[in-house]
T-cell receptor
């Protein structure tokens, strides 16, 4: 079956530091890949996505590139802010029609300190 | 405002007392689903629905029921709650499956004693 593995947290960074959160996946075919973010006390919201190999998703200064050869979708940001403190989830859906399930990683909690 | 709403947001109940968590979306989405979030386990899908009267099991359906009688509503029913169902529950909806963004509700924190 499909699975997503992301780095264990929590991750604590100082403001303006560089962020990388690793994510690797196992899936048949060509999945679509996502990063969702969960701010304290809220539901998840889509941060970015990529639907085919070598695609780069980007939003709010965050980026991730779909690497089929390494089955990875690492999240990066060049300079984090306190407002980026949240839990980040890597996720995938199987390719094609009938992709009814979004498979999540366990989440990585990021804390950014001033 | 486009949104997914859940009620109640917080619920404390006792073992065996039937409860329903409601979910409603105002975006005319066909696809809806329920997840539970537990520490160290991430989000796991309980049930999903592709359209009215069409539902199917996710990864952890035991102890839960759902129904989809109207497009906008997708309630989660716990017929006989047990302490291992203490969790944070999220409802989500989307236009379709695959590449489509899922929109999540704010969550319902359930405690079963």
């Amino acid at each position: 079956g499909n699975s997503v593995t992301q780095m264990e947290g929590p991750v604590t960074l100082s403001e303006e530091a560089f962020l990388t959160i690793n994510c690797t996946y196992t899936a048949t075919g060509y999945p679509s890949l996502f990063w969702y973010v969960q701010y304290p006390g809220e539901g998840l919201q889509l941060l970015l996505k990529a639907t085919k190999a070598d695609d780069k998703g980007s939003n709010k200064g965050f980026e991730a590139t779909y690497r089929k050869e390494t089955t990875s979708f690492h999240l990066e940001k060049g300079s984090v802010q306190v407002s980026d403190s949240a839990v980040y989830f890597c996720a995938l859906t199987a390719s094609g029609a009938g992709s009814y399930q979004l498979t999540f990683g366990k989440g990585t909690k990021l804390s950014v300190i001033p | 405002e486009a949104q997914v709403t859940q009620n109640p947001r917080y619920l404390i109940t006792v073992t065996g007392k039937k409860l329903t968590v409601t979910c409603s979306q105002n975006m005319n989405h066909e696809y809806m689903s329920w997840y539970r979030q537990d520490p160290g386990l991430g989000l796991r899908q309980i049930y999903y629905s592709m359209n009215v009267e069409v539902t199917d099991k996710g990864d952890v359906p035991e102890g839960y029921k759902v129904s989809r009688k109207e497009k906008r509503n997708f309630p989660l029913i716990l017929e006989s709650p047990s302490p291992n169902q203490t969790s944070l529950y999220f409802c989500a909806s989307s236009y379709g499956t695959g590449d489509y963004e899922q929109y999540f509700g704010p969550g319902t924190r359930l405690t079963v004693t």
